[in-house]
């Protein structure tokens, strides 16, 4: 049961780390991209309500979910290998809905492989967040430009 256990941590935290260097590198690459667009901003003067403006916003919000959406379905891609559950559809679902602690039933998943979802579900809770503070962070640049 211990070694069980361990072995549900053990990949967890695998997951975890994979998921935080591949948000971190998709934040780095947006915050470059922002530094770009700043500098170019104070030397045209873009107003944030601009079409330019627009464009930078939706550009941050699809990279955003394109990071999400990778660690996803990393998380589904990991479900199906393990044969926790039977098929890609399934797992990307039940990995969405855990992913975004929306989280309505585990009675997909084989229960061997339940403390991985949890872990997945707190996961996921601490890169929405970190994503959410990095959008608000830019958004109020823009507001102040």
Do not use: C
């Given at each position: 049961?211990?070694?069980?256990?361990?072995?549900?941590?053990?990949?967890?935290?695998?997951?975890?780390?994979?998921t935080?260097?591949?948000?971190?590198?998709?934040?780095?690459?947006?915050?470059?991209?922002?530094?770009?667009?700043?500098?170019?901003?104070?030397?045209?003067?873009?107003s944030?309500?601009?079409?330019?403006?627009?464009?930078?916003?939706?550009?941050?919000?699809?990279?955003?979910?394109?990071?999400?959406?990778?660690?996803?379905?990393?998380?589904?891609?990991?479900?199906?290998?393990?044969?926790?559950?039977?098929?890609?559809?399934?797992?990307?679902?039940?990995?969405?809905?855990?992913?975004?602690?929306?989280?309505?039933?585990?009675?997909?998943?084989?229960e061997?492989?339940?403390?991985?979802?949890?872990?997945?579900?707190?996961?996921?809770v601490?890169?929405?967040?970190?994503?959410?503070?990095?959008?608000?962070?830019?958004?109020?640049?823009?507001?102040?430009?």
């Amino acid at each position: 049961m211990y070694n069980e256990m361990l072995t549900e941590l053990a990949v967890s935290i695998v997951m975890v780390v994979m998921t935080v260097l591949i948000h971190a590198a998709g934040i780095y690459a947006m915050t470059r991209f922002l530094k770009l667009e700043a500098r170019e901003e104070a030397e045209k003067h873009v107003s944030p309500f601009s079409s330019r403006g627009v464009a930078v916003t939706l550009t941050i919000v699809l990279g955003l979910f394109a990071l999400h959406g990778i660690e996803i379905w990393a998380y589904g891609f990991l479900y199906l290998f393990l044969g926790a559950i039977p098929t890609l559809h399934e797992a990307i679902y039940f990995s969405t809905i855990t992913y975004s602690t929306i989280g309505y039933d585990d009675d997909a998943l084989q229960e061997a492989w339940r403390l991985v979802a949890a872990i997945e579900g707190v996961n996921g809770v601490i890169l929405l967040g970190w994503s959410t503070a990095f959008f608000v962070s830019v958004v109020a640049r823009m507001g102040r430009g």
